[in-house]
């Protein structure tokens, strides 16, 4: 802890110098068991505290310093006085699989939460375990989400508050009437024990945050503070005191979100089919709501995120905390307003797996700093170990980007890899195919899994929009067959194996259609249905009469629901 002290203040004072001679740092627990020296006042001082703000879905480029309109001050003082990385990206576009990544420091195809739904945590080992050992007081508030079926703590934090799943906006969404009358109200999960929800979500997970932090107001132990916001998530509901404030604004899609020739071309089947569904700009989550409106809400539910940055950067100043600090802005995933016909996420474009990245620690990470190197959710949990001074354990499979944070290192210098990615088909939302994708010196190549249709490659330093596919470009064919190659090998897990037992994939296969024979096949009749149907979740939950029968009455079902 000593030496990550010196090593952080020293580089501090002196903007940046070498200090690889320092690296890697020894495990905290090396240093408790070092025969205990006389004591020297750094060694009194305590490692730095982290407050890591996880936002979910929030797109790479909606923070005010990007978008012109969009107003977060809070989160633009943090790049204005912090460090930005561009090129944060995630392994896996979807909330928990990318949760999961940050706790363990490890792949989907390690620690096998490849979905939403039934997720086990059998076996995992989340990042704060190793900083309670370290020392730290952890507290864990929001959205966890890692299956559906229980709220309850996990091991790791000393302050714990959660709820089931995706939780709620409000704390009577999801009541009926009646129940609401009678005082039921959604409920928290807070230490074990169900508490009624009072608040809007965001501020409230603030309020318990801050409250958890004044706790130990004389700072005499060292903190980890997880904070998880639902918001922005689908479906977004602003705060009273920020509705409508965004009705004026003028939103402008990409301009890949037009339906035509030029931006079809070279794109997979699945991909123009998606346009016209759930996930699909022509047909967004079923509604025919206009999607600049639904951007305008999204952006109005950002602004109480923003306003919760402020109440804690103002609790951390007013406390001195902010010298010894640091503040992580970040999102389990990115989110598409449109790009090629698609909206959420999931898939392997550049919206999709870039997430919003920000490092504020004053004295120890430059300020107004631009990092472009591509770091990865996989790289969180053993940078939060090296700040503490933990060594990273043997499972986790990322690099600590400390050096990048601290400006020991240049993005140049960086070696963390290929930027691998996986997405694993789900039944509930079957318009995304399983995704392999791989990254390397900013020419990324796209595999799919199961489909008949078409494989992708991009030069992102020339095409950052992703438009024209060079897959079939004799000029990268070297690319194609090297990337193709190092997908396959790197996707196999710690056994060497492949998750979905599949062959190597070294052509396109034999995909032809007879000319002027019959087009592809169209979807079944049942499937075209109007906007906004009261049935349109039902989809969505598992098969039985009750919900037959709602169907047939068109009615909504949720499991458990009376009908
Ligand atoms: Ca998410």
Known sequence: MAILRNRLRTIALSGGALFAALSPLPAAAENASAPAPAPAPQQAEKPMNVIFVLVDDLRFDAMGFLTPGLKTPNIDF????????????????LCSPS????????????????????????????????????GYRTGFFGKWHMGDDTDAPRPGFDRWVSFKGQGTYYPTDGISPEGIKEGQRQTLNVDGKHVNRKDYITTELTDYALDWLKEDKKDTQPFFLYLSHKAVHSDPEPAPEHKGEYADLDVTLPASAANTPENNAGKPLWVQNQRNSWHGIDFPYHTDEDFHDYVRRYFE???SVDDSVGRILTYLHKNDLDKNTMVVFYSDNGYLFGDHGLIDKRNAYEPSVRVPMLVYAPGHVPANKTVDAVVRNLDLAPTFLDVAGVAEPSQMEGTSFL?????????????SGDFVYEYYW????????????IERDRVKYIQYHGVWDIEELYDLKKDPNEMHNLINDPA????????????????ANSKGQHDIPYGERNSEGLVWRKKGGPRAADFPDRWYVEPDLPTKFNGYFPDSEAKLKA????????????Q
Do not use: C, M
């Open 551 to 562: 169907d047939e009455e068109g009615k909504p079902y949720f499991p458990g629901s009376a």
């Open 476 to 491: 990268y064919l070297d690319n194609k067959i090297a990337l193709r190659q190092a997908l396959y090998e790197q996707l």
């Open 78 to 93: 943090l790049r204005k006085n912090g460090t930005y990385f561009p090129n944060a990206v995630v392994t896996s576009s």
């Open 426 to 437: 789900e039944w509930s939302f079957p318009q995304t195919p399983t995704t392999f994708a």
């Open 301 to 303: 539910t950002l602004s």
């Open 403 to 415: 050096p990048l944070v601290t400006g020991q290192e240049s993005a140049t210098q960086w070696k």
């Open 99 to 134: 949760r999961a990544t940050i706790l363990t420091g490890q792949t989907a195809r390690n620690h096998g939460v490849i979905d939403n739904h039934q997720s086990s945590e059998e076996g995992l080992i989340f990042f704060p375990q190793y900083l309670q050992q370290a």
